[in-house]
């Protein structure tokens, strides 16, 4: 087994937490000065190197840095869109990064006992998918929803009416025809928020 940690350009811990979540990619993610670094849970070599090139397709544009300890050897390369971009001297790497990276690399520190971890088993899917959300995004689902539950509201009111109405009431009928009217405008509320939203 070896120790590896990829940093990465996301500044914000939250934000790779997030990424690495959707990607099913599992480990404890750690502050490492102005970047953000994942140290991969029980990995060896080859799931490493596939690691780093997942994250790098996160990454876009910006080059992601694998470092790997395996016995007494450190192997350092640069990632970037997927594809392995180059070798790094490991030393140069260490020395230009904070020192927590090296004390996580030789584990003279836990990933868990450094300050502002997080790690992505404590994170859902569903957090991870409103942590990378923007926010006008984020404000777009939340009147979706709020649309969503009128329309249930009125789509019990409009059956209520018609079932009662069904007995020869007429106000019921005057009830079920509102609810039609107010599922009718939420439904097109809607389409029309999530129309919007998605052309954002």
Same mark, same amino acid.
């Given at each position: 087994?070896? &120790? &590896?940690? +990829?940093? &990465?350009?996301?500044?914000?811990?939250n934000q790779l937490a997030a990424a690495c979540v959707l990607s099913n990619i599992q480990g404890t993610i750690v502050p490492i000065g102005d970047f953000s670094? %994942? +140290? =991969?849970? $029980? &990995? $060896?070599?080859?799931s490493g190197n596939e690691a780093a090139a997942a994250i790098s397709k996160l990454a876009g544009k910006h080059e992601v840095l694998l470092l790997v300890r395996s016995e007494e050897q450190i192997d350092a390369g640069h990632y970037r869109n997927g594809i392995r971009?180059? $070798?790094?001297?490991?030393?140069l790497a260490l020395k230009? =990064?904070?020192?927590?990276?090296? /004390? #996580? =690399? =030789?584990? #003279?520190v836990r990933p868990e006992d450094v300050e502002g971890s997080i790690p992505t088993s404590s994170m859902t899917k569903l957090q991870a998918s409103a942590q990378t959300m923007s926010p006008g995004r984020a404000a777009v689902a939340r009147t979706a929803l709020l649309w969503i539950v009128v329309a249930l509201l009125a789509g019990v009111v409009t059956a209520f009416? %018609?079932?009662?109405? #069904?007995?020869?009431?007429?106000?019921?009928? +005057?009830?079920a025809v509102f609810g039609a009217i107010v599922l009718g405008f939420s439904l097109w509320r809607i389409r029309h928020v999530l129309? /919007?939203?998605?052309?954002r």
């Open positions: 087994m070896s &120790t &590896t940690v +990829v940093v &990465t350009p996301f500044g914000v811990a670094g %994942i +140290v =991969l849970a $029980d &990995t $060896d070599v080859q971009e180059s $070798d790094v001297p490991a030393g230009n =990064l904070p020192d927590v990276l090296e /004390k #996580l =690399l =030789l584990e #003279l009416g %018609i079932t009662v109405g #069904l007995g020869g009431n007429t106000v019921a009928w +005057v009830v129309t /919007k939203g998605v052309s």
